[in-house]
């Protein structure tokens, strides 16, 4: 995937969605020296096949209390 400065992208935005839209190109948006974003085309999906995954995959109920766990680590770790 080619790095693409964002004042490059800027300025050549409509080109690099052609390229995305038509020959399926991939770049990184960098700023700073920094990778900030990807542009990529969108995979394409039915509503369907989203409610089909939801009801394969039910919720944990579980899975909030730990993540809450998990953010007050990295929290404690950052200020640490």
Same mark, same amino acid.
């Given at each position: 995937? *080619?790095?693409?400065s964002?004042?490059?992208?800027? +300025?050549? /935005?409509?080109? #690099?969605?052609?390229?995305?839209?038509?020959?399926?190109? +991939? /770049?990184?948006?960098?700023?700073?020296?920094?990778a900030?974003?990807?542009? !990529? *085309?969108?995979?394409?999906?039915?509503?369907?096949?989203? $409610?089909? #995954?939801?009801?394969?995959?039910? *919720?944990?109920? $579980?899975? +909030?209390?730990? &993540? !809450?766990? #998990?953010?007050?680590? &990295?929290?404690? !770790?950052?200020?640490?």
């Open positions: 995937m *080619p790095d693409v964002a004042t490059e992208a800027a +300025r050549n /935005f409509a080109d #690099l969605l052609d390229a995305v839209e038509h020959r399926g190109e +991939r /770049f990184t948006i960098v700023r700073r020296g920094r900030v974003a990807h542009l !990529e *085309p969108m995979t394409a999906g039915a509503g369907r096949d989203v $409610k089909a #995954l939801r009801r394969e995959h039910v *919720p944990d109920a $579980k899975w +909030r209390s730990d &993540l !809450e766990e #998990l953010r007050a680590l &990295l929290e404690r !770790e950052a200020r640490g």
